[in-house]
């Protein structure tokens, strides 16, 4: 007789299931989820962190994408009050249904990596809604969400997430804890959306503007690859070093830049 809370893995869906149980108590004890607090666990997969995350008496939503995962989790967990299935795209998924009051929802995901970074811009639209974050990513993909200025890690990703959060790369996952495993490493990474920016930008969409520009082409000075944004003067003006390479300025600088175009684009409009 066949186990029914077996599932071949999908490579479709980028499935790599969580099994090793130190691993799984170890996250548990990061994300340290308390009875009555909301918790939205996405891409639960067969269950791995849902029992620890529900039996922390939280009330926990779920979204799976998987059709073929959804009795395998209603089985395992659906006679429990505190737990909601929601079968859908997390990418496509509208968190204000959850209802949830502003920065209590504490998110929890195992996420597939070719969905990572879409999903995490998806989520900080809704950061006012968000307590914090912990997410199983790519080792690389967590390394770059925490860079620093100055490395090759450091670019849109990094000051993106770093504008809305703070970065904490918690731990280290190999291969052998998952099945099937993957071929690259993962971490462990906590996301704190901020109460206010650190840096607050006058239209954080002029901020993502300079950003993209700023990355398409890393190896040339800002002075080239922002110059259909922002002139030699405007660079200057913004108090940054036109013939610095993007990633040897901070999130500060990029900031400024960004306010500098938001004043240059405020201008144009009320000139026209």
């Known amino acids: 007789m066949s186990d029914p809370y077996q599932h071949r893995a999908r490579k479709r869906f980028g499935q790599n299931f969580l099994h090793d149980a130190g691993v799984i108590h170890r996250i548990l004890r990061a ?25 922390s008496g939280a009330q926990l939503d779920v979204i799976e994408l998987d059709l073929d995962l959804i009795p395998i989790l209603q089985q395992r967990f659906g006679q429990e009050p505190r737990f909601r299935l ?4 997390a990418l496509k998924f509208d968190f204000a249904r959850l209802q949830a009051e502003p920065r209590s929802l504490r998110v929890v995901g195992n ?20 307590r914090d974050m912990h997410f199983m990513l790519q080792k690389e993909v967590v390394e770059r969400l925490a ?5 090759g890690d450091w670019g849109r990703l990094s000051i993106m997430v770093q504008y809305h959060c ?50 398409n ?7 080239n690859t922002l110059k259909g944004l ?15 390479r993007p990633e040897q300025l901070d999130l500060a600088a990029f900031v400024r830049l960004a306010d500098r175009l938001a004043e240059r684009t405020a201008g144009q409009t009320s000139d026209a």
């Open 166 to 215: 703070a970065v904490e790369h918690l731990f280290n996952v190999g291969p052998g804890a998952f099945n099937p495993a993957p071929k690259v490493d993962s971490a462990i990474v906590r996301l704190v959306p901020h109460a206010q920016p650190p840096h607050p930008a006058k239209d954080p969409r002029q901020l993502e503007r300079v950003v993209r520009e700023a990355f």
């Open 86 to 89: 929601n079968q859908g795209d």
């Open 217 to 223: 082409q890393r190896r040339k000075t800002l002075r």
């Open 230 to 244: 922002l002139d030699a003067q405007d660079i200057e003006a913004a108090g940054v070093d036109g013939s610095l």
């Open 31 to 55: 994300i340290h989820a308390r009875e009555g607090e909301r918790l939205l666990e996405i891409g639960p997969g067969q269950g791995a962190l849902t029992e620890g995350l529900l039996a």
């Open 111 to 130: 996420l597939p990596y070719n969905i990572s970074t879409p999903l995490i811009f998806h989520l900080l639209n809704n950061a006012g809604l968000i």
């Open 147 to 151: 860079a620093e200025p100055g490395g």
